[in-house]
């Protein structure tokens, strides 16, 4: 028996690689600080599950394969608070996360040797989704002293040839924290739609954006009407990431037509996790006032104790609640590892993510890592002098 040549391609989560070291460091007694992980800390609202609790029906049905009414009503009318008025229903499909909707617009858009323009570093499983499709990922460079911004048009416009069919982009960043100013935005939008390009935005982090103006999304730029498919969810925007439910939102019916195929086909997204996340939009401005406030003071904290160390190469992250960074270390897999079996700060340790797993193009990221600040503060605090610690004596030992 064989396997498909495309799911050979795909690539287990490299994360899973160093958790054997953490089971026995903390079978050691070490205590972990996880700045690995990307599941938020902060509570899901009430609302979730009251509107779960409250589901009335002798049968719990199939949902219709675009979304329950009331969730597709919630989402088009946070749209129409972010001043899209013009977004009816019959723009979102309903999918599992922001990952079942990544992977349908793959499967709509790529085919066998198609590419994809990607900045690298990127999240990770856009490489399952994009190999299973048969595309290739086409990285644009970036760098940690620019911050990992990609502001170069003609840069991207070298990477483009007759196999182009889009480019995609996550904003704010995953891993890297980076939130594209209006003008990387509209320069994107201009460029998809001169050379008649899919523009993936995903923006599952929209609301973490922590200096200056409200982030735009990329539906704000009506020369690329078309071209646009945003990537939304409610795992982050609400701290729900066990429910499942994301969003496809476009105004390019042609592709909406396409994407329901996908829609029919996985029949629907769960029933009772969209009315839960139907009542998640219920939540005012006070709530992600808060929210924000609470990671931006964490996103501070965490990089001026970061840029502290020396060596370190990193610039202010503007979103998300990541920071990507060079450590003066020559490996940050190597250094992980040492910080599991032969490091202790008075019992402590710290996880990262090493850089590697966020690139496509190999020999990059070795010495780059995310950290993530989903911790309460004062161990963050702790965590960061932990890292600190850590960095000194691995140099030293
Ligand atoms: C978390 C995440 C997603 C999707 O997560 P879901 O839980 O499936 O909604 C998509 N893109 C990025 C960049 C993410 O970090």
């Known amino acids: 028996m064989k396997f498909s040549p495309k799911i050979q391609r795909c690539e287990l989560s490299p994360m899973r690689k160093y958790a054997p070291y953490a089971d026995a460091a903390r079978a050691r007694g070490l205590r972990i600080f996880p700045l690995n992980l990307g599941q938020p800390d902060i509570a899901t609202p009430k ?14 049905e199939y949902a219709p394969s675009d979304g329950v009414p009331a969730y597709l009503q919630a989402v088009c009318g946070y749209y129409h608070r972010l001043g ?13 996360g922001g990952s079942e909707a990544l992977w349908i617009t793959m499967s709509c858009l790529l085919s066998d040797g198609d590419e994809i323009i990607v900045p690298e570093p990127y999240y990770p499983n856009y490489s399952t989704f994009i190999t299973l499709s048969g595309g290739v990922v086409r990285p644009i460079p970036t760098t940690p002293e620019e911050g990992y911004h990609y502001a170069d048009r003609k840069k991207i416009e070298s990477l483009i040839n007759e196999r182009t069919r889009a480019i995609m982009i996550t904003n704010p960043g995953n891993p890297t924290g980076a939130v594209l100013t209006r003008a990387e935005m509209k320069m994107l939008a201009g460029l998809a739609h001169e050379r008649g390009l899919f523009l993936v935005a995903d923006e599952v982090y929209r609301e973490f ?6 982030l735009a999304s990329m539906l704000e730029f009506p020369e690329a009407a078309e071209n646009v498919i945003v990537i939304d969810s409610v795992s982050k925007r609400f701290s729900a990431c066990g429910a499942r439910v994301g969003a496809i939102i476009s105004r390019n019916t042609e592709f909406l037509s396409e994407a329901m195929k996908c829609c029919q086909g996985r029949l629907c997204t769960a029933t009772l996790d969209q009315v839960g996340a139907a009542a998640l939009y219920n939540e005012g401005p006070e709530y992600f006032a808060a ?11 965490a990089y001026e104790m970061l840029v502290q160390i020396p060596g370190v190469v990193c610039r202010k992250p503007e979103g998300a609640f990541y920071l990507m960074a060079k450590l003066p270390v020559d490996s940050t897999d190597k250094f992980q590892v040492w910080m599991l079996e032969h490091f202790s700060a008075s019992g402590d340790t710290v996880m990262i993510t090493p850089g ?8 990059k990221g070795v010495n780059e890592a995310r950290l993530a600040y989903v911790i309460q503060h004062d161990e963050l605090v702790r965590a960061m002098r932990v890292l600190a610690e850590g960095i000194e004596a691995y140099n030293n030992r």
Do not use: C, M, W
């Not at 609302?47 to 719990?60: E, H, N, R, S, W």
């Not at 008025?85 to 599992?96: E, K, S």
């Not at 929210?291 to 904290?301: I, L, S």
């Not at 590697?356 to 020999?363: I, L, R, V």
């Open 47 to 60: 609302a979730f599950f009251d509107a779960v609790k409250g589901f009335d029906a002798p049968v719990l």
């Open 84 to 96: 899209h008025t013009d977004l009816g229903t019959g723009n979102i499909l309903a999918t599992n």
């Open 209 to 214: 954006s922590y200096d200056g103006e409200q």
């Open 291 to 301: 929210v924000k406030e609470e990671y931006r003071r964490r996103r501070d904290t």
């Open 356 to 363: 590697e797993g966020f690139y496509t193009t190999p020999g």
